[in-house]
């Protein structure tokens, strides 16, 4: 570097060339940095290494060196850190758009060949300044024509958009971009040759309404919004620092209140942009999906980013142009976002200091205005970036993509750097200083502002934007990383990550356990265990902090994910799955002790593998196969609610009638049974044959807040604390009806799981179990860490369960049961309730079998089954 940028004797030049060592240190680790991004990002040496970029940098390389020593020949008494900054700006946008898109960084590197003949050229032109002045009305007024050839030869370079560009071949030209510095050239002519001549405000303003009141009618034509808005800022701007009137100010914040009302109700797209800015959330993948993947790449840089070449800036559009800022900060982080606003409120402090020390109100005002213009165009697309304002579609100055922007810039730095030449002589009388420094306060202002509002994604909220379920970034380090497997409680592998680095993929081995496990998808998200255990399986959690760090430092992704041990066995669920098929319904299986779950079968079922085929199709059948019924279901209990009453009335220790009695003395409680009993003398088959007359019988010797008391005991009226969505009634003070409590039939509905967590009431001596889905996870350094506790809490008493389950045995298996119906909207339901009695030595089981049909018989074979293959499994 010390080549290119040699250093005179002359203190500026030490300056200058210093700093723009500096800056080509910066961008060349940066550039060997992108070159070995794919090796670091694949975890190997055998990768296609990026070089198309080393164009570019040695473009910038020998054009600014050049220019360093054209600038130490013809104006050795310029500002020396303008020309650095601009350095240091265009040198990173410039690498930041070769690593978003080669096309694009090959025609940034030819206008900034382009920006910086024009430097060359504009330095051997020694009176510049006089003749921009002179010509002030010719300047402004080409630019005005060129301006309004739009309508007729407009084009758009990318295909179909807005028509602002003139230009063919690839070479393309926007207007409006060297119009701002034209205005800003024909204001600080004007108004240096009025004052002090006129100070009343309204003959001062008059005659520039007409030309600057002609550009905003044009961009308003061309519905160049954003365009037209810094036009005023810039205009109002520019006229309180010549005139130092607050009211000046107080007038361009009214115009520019009105101007934003009527774009509002004129133009949708400014509606559309402010409905985004005020409230993004609503609508992320929409409206506000630029903004929305703004701020995730600011929460993804957090503080020192990805790496350059390692994050995901793609996934906003327009990353190249509008929203270059947002892709710096996810590959540099908040300390790359808090260098670019350095850098612009460096240049914006010189450009003020060259303006109070012009040497006439023509170049204070021209320093000024364009210190105004770089600063306030920077400001409005940084915080559209990141949501201070509404999105206004310029570009961030010097960094941006485009020719036109860039140019713009250049020139405005050519200007700064030779009015900054002028500072040996006698500064311009300077009435009152109070307008240029309250510029450029609020300017820094502004900044700090802004990159206090970066601090806040990027730190204080990044842990909860990238958790979002439209964080598709999460999605896409899983092609790099391998994600940890999902194991059932054997170590039999359920989902894995199958591939090489870039290109894995997850792969559901057991496809019927998809409403458990989930899926994790770049487009489509993630469900089920993939997401809730997201943290593990993608490496951020279980692992010691310092790794995640280094990990995300050197690659800038986390390490390779933890493995997770489910409860679930899969012979046990297969077995389940058999016995379901062709039935639309759910089967639970637990550890009645533990509540541990053994088998969780829910179908229809949906394969996860399948998601981006079909799953369009899942959302519209009508059969809801995305539904885990075992867990979302909402189901009356109906008359499988029996033997919890029977529980209850014998933990109360309440006198009870034979049934056959009761039937004497009632004519009858036999009716509506979901299958006739055969021994009618006790309480057990009628309960465990689901006869509604009984329930009724039986709920008798209860009081109606004792029934509710018993839903809430059983834990129908909360959601059961799994990794998984799970549905449940809302909880109530009163039955409306009393009566259809009793048979289960009232407004409390309850999912399958919940039925079996109180089944395995009368299999674990009473007590109710939290339900635990997983086990484990294997760590690095510990090996299998136990993550979930079993937890119990007595609600029953010992030897009313043991009654019970007694009452409602099996005789050839020691088991119980129960079968019932429920009434519900779309027909009769049939429950089977059972599980292990006390003489079984083995682990306590309990089991829950729903069917969306009326078919007694059927659900007691296979719950039957499913507990006897259980049993001798």
Request: net charge neutral.
């Amino acid at each position: 570097m010390i080549l290119f940028f040699p250093a005179t004797a002359l203190p500026k030049d030490r300056i200058q060339s210093h700093l723009l060592r500096l800056a080509g240190f910066f961008l060349f680790l940066n550039a060997i940095v992108l070159t070995l991004s794919p090796s670091v990002r694949l975890h190997s040496w055998d990768v296609d290494y990026r070089w198309a970029h080393w164009l570019g940098f040695t473009v910038w390389l020998v054009g600014f060196s050049l220019i360093h020593r054209l600038f130490s020949r013809k104006i050795p008494e310029r500002d020396p850190y303008i020309l650095p900054v601009c350095a240091m700006l265009s040198g990173w946008g410039l690498l930041t758009i070769w690593r978003l898109d080669n096309n694009f960084g090959w025609r940034q590197t030819l206008w900034l060949g382009i920006c910086l003949l024009a430097i060359w050229a504009g330095l051997r032109i020694p009176n510049l300044l006089i003749l921009l002045r002179r010509y002030k009305y010719l300047w402004l007024t080409s630019g005005l024509l060129l301006t309004a050839l739009t309508f007729l030869f407009g084009t758009y370079p990318e295909g179909i958009g807005p028509r602002l560009w003139l230009g063919c071949c690839g070479i393309y030209l926007q207007p409006s971009e060297p119009l701002k510095l034209l205005l800003i050239i024909y204001l600080a002519a004007y108004l240096a040759d009025r004052l002090p001549i006129s100070f009343n405000l309204a003959q001062l303003l008059i005659p520039t309404l007409v030309l600057v009141g002609i550009a905003l009618l044009i961009l308003l034509a061309q519905r160049d919004l954003g365009t037209a808005s810094l036009f005023l800022v810039l205009y109002f701007i520019i006229i309180y620092l010549a005139s130092g009137s607050w009211r000046v100010l107080l007038l361009g914040l009214i115009t520019l209140m009105i101007a934003g009302v009527a774009g509002f109700l004129m133009f949708d797209v400014i509606r559309l942009r402010i409905e985004a800015w005020i409230n993004p959330w609503l609508d992320p993948s929409g409206r506000s999906y630029q903004i929305v993947q703004s701020i995730l790449a600011m929460a993804a840089g957090r503080v020192f980013g990805r790496g350059l070449g390692l994050g995901n800036p793609a996934l906003v559009p327009i990353s190249h142009s509008d929203f270059i800022f947002a892709a710096i900060a996810e590959e540099s982080g908040l300390a790359g976002s808090l260098g670019i606003l350095l850098l612009l409120g460096i240049l914006t402090i010189r450009g003020i200091l060259i303006a109070l020390k012009a040497p006439n109100n023509y170049q204070r005002y021209l320093a000024a205005g364009l210190s105004a213009y770089l600063a306030t165009q920077g400001i409005l697309i940084i915080g559209g970036t990141n949501r201070l304002f509404p999105l206004t579609g310029v570009t961030l100055p010097f960094v941006s993509y485009g020719g036109s922007s860039l140019l713009t810039a250049f020139l405005s730095v050519l200007i700064l750097s030779r009015i900054s030449s002028h500072s040996e002589l006698q500064p311009a009388p300077l009435p009152q200083s109070r307008p240029y420094l309250f510029l450029g306060a609020v300017t820094l202002t502004s900044l700090a502002v802004l990159g206090l509002i970066n601090g806040w994604w990027s730190i204080v909220r990044a842990d909860d934007l990238l958790s979002r379920q439209d964080n598709l970034r999460r999605s896409i380090a899983s092609l790099y990383v391998k994600r940890g497997a999902i194991l059932d409680r054997n170590n039999r592998p359920i989902s894995i990550s199958t591939g090489e680095p870039g290109k894995y993929s997850r792969q559901i081995l057991y496809p019927a356990l998809s409403h458990v496990t989930g899926y994790t998808h770049p487009v489509y998200g993630q469900a089920g265990l993939e997401r809730s255990l997201d943290a593990y399986l993608s490496g951020l959690q279980g692992i010691p902090s310092s790794t995640v760090w280094l990990n995300e430092m050197i690659y800038g992704t986390p390490p390779p994910g933890l493995d997770v041990r489910l409860s679930i066995d899969l012979t046990l669920q297969e077995k389940a799955d058999e016995l379901l098929s062709n039935h639309s319904g759910a089967l639970v299986l637990l550890n009645a002790e533990t509540g541990e779950i053994l088998a969780m079968a829910s179908h229809p079922f949906y394969d996860a593998n399948a998601v981006e085929e079909k799953l369009e199709g899942w959302l519209s059948d009508t059969r809801s196969p995305l539904v885990n019924r075992a867990t979302q279901g909402l189901y009356s209990p109906g008359t499988a609610f029996g033997p919890f009453l029977l529980a209850e009335i014998l933990d109360r220790r309440l006198p009870l009638e034979t049934p056959q009695e009761l039937a004497t003395r009632l004519n009858g409680i036999f009716w509506g049974c979901a299958q006739m009993p055969d021994e009618r003398n006790e309480w057990g088959p009628v309960i465990k044959n689901g006869c509604p007359g009984a329930l009724l019988e039986l709920g008798q010797n209860l009081q109606p807040s004792q029934i509710l008391d018993l839903y809430k005991k059983l834990g129908w009226l909360d959601p059961p604390s799994i990794p998984l969505p799970v549905a449940s009634s809302s909880a109530i003070d009163a039955f409306s009806d009393p009566q259809l409590a009793i048979l289960g039939q009232s407004e409390i509905k309850v999912s399958p799981l919940q039925m079996a967590l109180a089944a395995a009431l009368l299999s674990a001596r009473g007590n109710l179990s939290k339900p635990l889905l997983v086990n484990a996870i294997h760590t690095p350094q510990e090996g299998w860490v136990i993550l979930g506790m079993s937890s119990q809490s007595p609600v029953l008493s010992e030897k009313a369960a043991f009654d019970a389950a007694r009452y409602l045995g099996y005789p050839s298996l020691p088991i119980w049961q129960t079968v019932g119906r429920a009434k519900t909207d779309h027909g009769v339901i049939t429950w089977y309730i059972g599980g292990t009695r006390a003489e079984w030595r083995g682990i306590p089981l309990a089991l829950v079998v729903l069917l969306e049909e009326d078919n007694p018989a059927k659900i007691e074979q296979i719950g039957q089954q499913m507990l006897k293959d259980t049993i001798t499994h």
